[in-house]
């Protein structure tokens, strides 16, 4: 365990670092062949949606690279499986391990100067399932009592981070509020200063070449652009513009914000888009849509998948919350869901969509629908199970049980630590919090009425189609006008052009059928 990893099955390949000389014809040799850690049953590195890695960075002598992997991955259906740092020469021998314990480690760089060693740094072993990202310092030669938590203080987690030319600074992303902006914090630590970079809109893609800074900026009526950061004015200068004359033809609404308090008392962040051709006079069907993760937010951020001006392009307001376990706002927010998986974002996302109702007179409260991927499918199966305020759901990818998605996904333990305890211990949670729990709705009408579509990815080993074909089976014995539509070459994003332009098309029609 595990068998397999997003959208493919694992087998006994191992990731291992090569080294290489920069000339034709040359060899690459295995620094990792032979040795005891790679030996190790547990071993490997870090996974991803395109495979496994060993992120490596180049000592500053050049003899050897740190190098981050983990030794306990055989441990991934019933515990955590830290990543850390080790260190191996190119000369050969047996890797050495820097950082021990249940946090995880990752990113590796070196400050230019040689001098420091910077990480990314996430706290395990408290049984919580999020954790901000925060930086790691530490000296080098690497000294792990001498480490220097850099965004400590900083209750905002970390995105990507760059060493000043000088190594005395270190700037990064941060994911605040609704926005990516840019930080910085000395190396030695202290005061972590907000740049104020960008004023609206995200950046992304932090690099650095000499004494100049270079990102990626976009926001949801701008498509990203590789831009040159000012830090002393506060502002950038756009290098690129791939697709001005584009976007120059459309009409994209800038996104707009409100915040209410919750019924538990929690400050709920949300986005407002407006669609093309809007009227303040005009009334408006309202589309909530529900994001995944659960750890990531709402953005004013450009996007494909989701992408915010086209799901409202044919006449709706979307409102877009950021319910409790959204990252983006402190530690604990993001925490709050723990034991609460599912009823609490639920009612914080009505409670936003109530808020819109009372606050724009250009919504018409009486057309909702409600929309959601990943486990914003999970809360659009919850919705359908709950309530009958929306007149059409859609949910891809999404959980009708607990169990069955624990016991089919590819990342099982966090659901267990999430739920209070494995499945047959039979805490509440499991039950309770399933959307299959409350069929029983269906006969008093207070659930399981809602005309609802469901997509999913055959490919999609994060939440395998076997959910949505559960949560079509009882929608069909209950005969709840429903549709349901398999891709069977995506995985848990619909990637493909054509698959893409399909989806929408779907979306767009079945929110016509019953809001317009």
């Known amino acids: 365990f595990p068998i397999k990893y997003w959208d493919r099955w694992l087998d006994e390949k191992q990731a291992h670092l090569f080294v290489q000389e920069a000339k034709a014809g040359a060899k690459a040799r295995?620094?990792?062949?032979?040795?005891?850690?790679?030996?190790?049953?547990?071993?490997?590195?870090?996974?991803?949606?395109?495979?496994?890695?060993?992120?490596?960075?180049?000592?500053?002598?050049?003899?050897?690279?740190v190098f981050v992997a983990r030794t306990t991955r055989d441990r991934a259906a019933y515990?955590?499986?830290?990543?850390?740092?080790?260190a191996v020469a190119l000369s050969g021998g047996e890797p050495t391990q820097l950082t021990d314990g249940p946090d995880s480690f990752d990113d590796p760089v070196f400050q230019p100067d040689g001098k420091g060693l910077l990480a990314s740094h996430r706290t395990g072993g408290d049984g919580k399932t999020y954790h901000h990202q925060r930086i790691a310092a530490y000296p080098w030669p690497f000294d792990g009592k001498r480490r220097v938590a850099l965004t400590e203080k900083l209750d905002?987690?970390?995105?990507?981070?760059?060493?000043?030319?000088?190594?005395?600074?270190?700037f990064f992303t941060a994911e605040a509020g609704e926005q990516t902006k840019l930080f910085s914090v000395p190396m030695t630590g202290g005061a972590v200063k907000a740049l104020d970079v960008p004023k609206d809109g995200c950046v992304s893609g932090l690099a650095r070449g000499g004494a100049v800074l270079?990102?990626?900026?976009?926001?949801?009526?701008?498509?990203p652009q590789v831009a040159r950061l000012d830090l002393a004015a506060g502002s950038y200068r756009v290098l690129t513009h791939f697709n001005d004359a584009k976007v120059a033809q459309l009409d994209l609404p800038a996104v707009e914000r409100f915040q209410f308090t919750s019924?538990?008392?929690?400050?709920?962040?949300?986005?407002?888009?407006?669609?093309?051709?809007?009227?303040?006079?005009?009334?408006?069907?309202?589309?909530?849509?529900?994001?995944?993760?659960?750890?990531?937010?709402?953005?004013?951020?450009?996007?494909?998948?989701?992408?915010?001006?086209?799901?409202?392009?044919?006449?709706?307001?979307?409102?877009?919350t950021?319910?409790?376990?959204?990252?983006?706002?402190?530690?604990?927010?993001?925490?709050a869901i723990q034991l609460d998986p599912l009823k609490t974002p639920a009612d914080e996302i009505n409670q936003g969509a109530d808020e819109a109702i009372r606050r724009y007179a250009f919504i018409d409260g009486s057309r909702q629908a409600a929309a959601g991927a990943s486990y914003g499918g999970h809360l659009a199966n919850w919705m359908e199970a709950t309530t009958t305020r929306y007149k059409c759901l859609i949910a891809h990818a999404g959980l009708v049980t607990h169990a069955t998605q624990w016991s089919t996904s590819d990342s099982i333990y966090h659901r267990e630590v999430g739920n209070g305890g494995p499945v047959w211990e039979q805490n509440p949670v499991w039950r309770e919090q399933s959307p299959t729990s409350y069929v029983g709705n269906h006969a008093k009408g207070t659930g399981w009425v809602?005309?609802?579509?469901?997509?999913?990815?055959?490919?999609?080993?994060?939440?395998?189609?076997?959910?949505?074909?559960?949560?079509?089976?009882?929608?069909?014995?209950?005969?709840?006008?429903?549709?349901?539509?398999?891709?069977?070459?995506?995985?848990?994003?619909?990637?493909?052009?054509?698959?893409?332009?399909?989806?929408?098309?779907?979306?767009?029609?079945w929110l016509a059928k019953y809001l317009q």
Do not use: C
């Not at 515990?79 to 080790?86: G, R």
């Open 450 to 509: 809602t005309p609802m579509l469901v997509t999913v990815g055959e490919q999609d080993f994060r939440v395998p189609l076997n959910n949505s074909l559960e949560n079509w089976t009882y929608l069909q014995r209950l005969q709840v006008p429903s549709k349901l539509i398999t891709f069977p070459e995506e995985n848990h994003w619909i990637l493909r052009g054509e698959n893409s332009r399909f989806w929408f098309g779907e979306v767009h029609a």
């Open 30 to 65: 295995d620094v990792l062949a032979g040795t005891k850690l790679a030996a190790l049953r547990g071993f490997g590195g870090t996974e991803g949606e395109t495979g496994e890695t060993l992120p490596a960075t180049w000592m500053p002598d050049g003899k050897g690279v």
């Open 214 to 223: 270079v990102a990626n900026v976009d926001s949801a009526a701008r498509p």
């Open 79 to 86: 515990a955590p499986t830290p990543t850390h740092l080790f």
């Open 322 to 335: 950021n319910y409790s376990g959204s990252s983006g706002y402190t530690e604990a927010f993001g925490q």
């Open 156 to 170: 905002l987690s970390v995105v990507k981070f760059v060493a000043s030319a000088d190594s005395r600074t270190v």
């Open 263 to 320: 019924a538990k008392g929690r400050p709920i962040a949300n986005l407002l888009v407006k669609p093309a051709g809007f009227g303040a006079k005009e009334k408006y069907p309202l589309l909530v849509v529900m994001h995944g993760g659960p750890a990531p937010q709402f953005k004013d951020t450009w996007g494909l998948r989701w992408n915010y001006h086209l799901l409202a392009a044919p006449g709706y307001v979307l409102v877009l």
